[in-house]
């Protein structure tokens, strides 16, 4: 089965721009990258999801190489309510996978 | 717009007690629904889905089940709960196909003492 990976934790100070990238070297063809974000004691929220390229919306990036093997998640200009975790998820059936431990997101006055 | 109801938001139960965890959606038909477990600080694991009524499928082996008695219903049961039973509970829902965004409703805490 495909397997994401992403850095446990990450620093950030408000106003700043944060990328934080997932490695899947095992993507499948029929696979979409999808990035949720949650915060304590709620269900996770979809942000964004792409199959290559670029992807843009009105809350964040996504970038796609080329060999798809992995993706980085952009949020502009984070402020403290984006304090969160943030996960990385391979979607390609119905089956879906393990969402993984995320990366935890804390942004600093 | 779609809506994903499940509740109770927490509960706390005794060993060897049973489950019953009741997810709805609205506003949406043919979804496909899920059941995750969540432990502190760690990521989410698929328990159940179903692409439609009475159709389960089980990812782990465990002390749970699921149903689906109508569309948009989607239960979590246990007989008998376990000590280990305990974690957040997340019940999502996505439209029919392969690679559509799950929505997620705002889970159960579930205590077993």
């Known amino acids: 089965l495909a397997k994401t990976t992403q850095p446990i934790s990450m620093d950030s100070y408000e106003g700043q721009e944060v990328n934080i990238t997932c490695s899947h070297n095992n993507i499948a063809t029929n696979d979409y990258i999808t990035w949720y974000q949650q915060f304590p004691s709620q269900g996770p929220r979809f942000i964004i999801q792409?199959?290559?390229t670029k992807v843009t919306n009105e809350v964040a990036s996504l970038f796609i190489p080329a060999d798809r093997k992995s993706s980085t998640l952009s949020l502009p200009r984070v402020s403290l309510s984006d304090t969160a975790v943030y996960y990385c998820l391979l979607q390609g059936s119905a089956r879906q996978l393990t969402f993984g431990s995320g990366t935890q997101l804390t942004v600093l006055p | 717009s779609q809506t994903i109801h499940q509740w109770p938001a927490t509960l706390v139960q005794p060993v060897g007690s049973p489950l019953s965890l009741e997810c709805t959606v609205e506003g949406t038909s043919n979804p496909n629904l899920y059941w995750y477990r969540q432990a502190a600080g760690r990521g989410l694991q698929l328990l159940f889905y179903s692409v439609g009524i009475g159709q389960i499928s089980s990812e782990v082996p465990q002390n749970l089940s699921a149903s689906r008695p109508q569309d948009r219903q989607f239960i979590l049961s246990s007989k008998k709960l376990l000590l280990s039973d305990s974690g957040f509970y997340l019940c999502a829902w996505s439209p029919r196909g392969n690679n559509q965004p799950q929505h997620f409703g705002d889970g159960t805490r579930l205590s077993i003492l």
């Open positions: 792409g199959y290559k």
